[in-house]
């Protein structure tokens, strides 16, 4: 881990949490507070019901909050969706753009998800944009060609504050993880490609890894230089487990 950049470790609860789940977050915060070092920034993005409780009941916690998506629109008539604006009024600071659910579910493209990234810019959030290849594209050796191009096209062409996650589709939630040199690898491309597009502001970015992130396997890739962090899915939901990997990241 590069120490320039302050860590950032990620819970990504997705479709997954009833308001009892708030209790996790109670947990996390008494956990964080018996920490004594704590050098990372932990955020949480709940299902956006949990939003406004989670941020009114931590406002002086160590814990920032995020959305999983938005609309690119401010408002209007968009049944069932969110924008940045909304996401910021309920006290997200984050937001989750380009996951490779929504990409599968939802059918969205690298344009789609650069406009949602600037919606982010325009509510004065952070966009947390995300890229990976799927299982297919790593087994014809494509990996690194269809991740460059994804973040070539799914980051606005002036990227401000942006958080770029690698998460290997195949990674994600199934418990396989890519082997260190092949995470390795990927995260050195990503930082040489946002560095030679944006300058010092490529080096200053934050690339998280994501994908089966769990307590016994954070270590070894929070260590790598250009890993500064990471999207956690399952493993955020329990306090329990994602303080395991908070305390990877020192
Ligand atoms: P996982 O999910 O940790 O459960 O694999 C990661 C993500 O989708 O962000």
Redesign the pocket.
């Known amino acids: 881990m590069n120490k320039a950049i302050i860590p950032l470790i ?1 819970g ?1 609860w ?1 479709m997954n949490g009833e308001i009892k789940q708030l209790g996790e977050i109670d947990s996390l915060n008494s956990m964080l507070n018996n920490m004594n070092n704590n050098n990372c920034h932990t955020v949480i993005c709940p299902p956006t019901t949990l939003l406004i409780s989670a941020t009114q009941l931590n406002e002086n916690s160590k814990i920032a909050f995020g959305g999983q998506d938005c609309h690119i629109e401010q408002s209007g008539a968009h049944t069932g969706d969110i924008s940045a604006e909304i996401l910021k009024d309920a006290g997200a600071q984050y937001v ?1 753009v380009g ?3 929504r990409r599968s579910d939802h059918g969205e493209n690298d344009e789609l998800v650069q406009e949602k990234a600037n919606a982010a810019f325009r509510a004065d959030i952070t966009p947390i944009i ?1 890229i990976g290849e799927s299982e297919n594209e790593r087994k014809q050796g494509r990996a690194l060609k269809v991740v460059l191009e994804q973040l070539d096209k799914s980051i606005p062409t002036d990227i401000k504050d942006i958080i770029v ?1 690698y ?1 290997p589709v195949w ?5 396989l993880v890519p082997s260190i040199n092949d995470i390795n690898e990927m995260h050195d491309a990503i930082r040489a490609a946002l560095v030679e597009k944006f300058g010092v502001n490529g080096e200053k970015t934050p690339i998280l890894y ?5 307590p016994n396997n954070a270590k070894e890739i929070l260590e790598l230089s250009n890993v500064n962090g ?7 939901l329990k306090a329990s487990d994602f303080i395991q990997i908070i305390k990877a990241c020192q």
Do not use: P, Y
């Open positions: 990620i990504n997705k989750i996951h490779s659910e995300c996650a998460e990674a994600i939630g199934t418990g994501g994908g089966s992130m769990k990471g999207l956690v899915g399952g493993a955020s």
